[in-house]
């Protein structure tokens, strides 16, 4: 099983410019997130999927569009890149009921 | 909204050193888990406490939730070079499945 696989795993962008994170999991799990990780603020949740075609907003959504078409894939999209969405992301699966959730390797976004 | 507090946010110790984490959230908890993020790495999961009172251990870690449900700790006895980096705790939101993470504490271990 290769778990949870994200790509890029690096990625420059210019400010406006649209990119989608691509998300995997091969573990048929329900629940998928997505984190963004700043120094100092820990991990925040941007947006959550209870399982395919649902979907719901974290701590901080907004910059960053998101669908779940299948079980198995979760991308996340930025329409229009802007410099403090400079981060690191992680993609995140569960089987849901707060059980263990697994990470992928994540994405260093640098929006210039 | 429902908060977590971890502190400290840093702690450096010599090997060998104790050394403790607490997480606080401001809602009674269903549950709490805690994970590990190596420097450069993802966070990986660790342990969940699901009932009052509750002690768990792996090894040199001791994992311990409060009587009230409101907070946590994880107390680290003899560190090793390799206990080196960032420890999270972690709280379903209120009332969902989400998991909201705490600011983590990064732990350096000098040899």
């Known amino acids: 099983n290769a778990g949870v696989t994200q790509t890029p795993k690096f990625q420059v962008l210019k400010t406006g410019q649209s990119m989608t994170l691509q998300c995997a999991q091969d573990?048929?799990?329900?629940?998928m997130s997505w984190y963004r990780q700043d120094p100092g603020m820990g991990l925040r949740l941007i947006h959550y999927?209870?399982?395919?075609?649902?979907?719901d907003q974290g701590e901080v959504p907004n910059g960053y569009n998101v669908s779940r078409s299948t079980t198995e894939d979760f991308p996340l999209r930025l329409l229009s890149a802007a410099p403090s969405q400079t981060s690191v992301y992680f993609c995140?699966?569960?089987?849901?009921?707060?059980?263990?959730?697994?990470f992928g390797q994540g994405t260093r976004l640098t929006v210039v | 909204g429902q908060q977590v507090m971890q502190i400290p946010q840093y702690q450096h110790v010599q090997e060998g050193e104790d050394f403790t984490t607490y997480c606080n959230s401001s809602?009674?908890?269903?549950?709490i888990q805690w994970y590990k993020q190596r420097p450069g790495g993802h966070p990986v999961f660790l342990i969940q406490?699901?009932?009052?009172?509750e002690v768990k251990k792996q090894k040199r870690l001791t994992f311990q939730f409060g009587e009230a449900k409101k907070n946590s700790s994880l107390h680290i006895t003899a560190t090793q070079t390799t206990d080196v980096g960032t420890y999270f705790c972690?709280?379903?939101?209120?009332?969902?499945?989400?998991?909201?993470f705490g600011t983590g504490t990064r732990l350096q271990v000098f040899p």
């Open positions: 972690a709280e379903p939101l209120w009332g969902t499945d989400k998991l909201i």
């Open positions: 809602t009674t908890l269903s549950n």
């Open positions: 406490l699901v009932k009052s009172g």
């Open positions: 999927s209870v399982g395919a075609g649902i979907t």
């Open positions: 995140a699966s569960t089987t849901g009921g707060n059980t263990e959730a697994f």
């Open positions: 573990m048929n799990h329900e629940y």
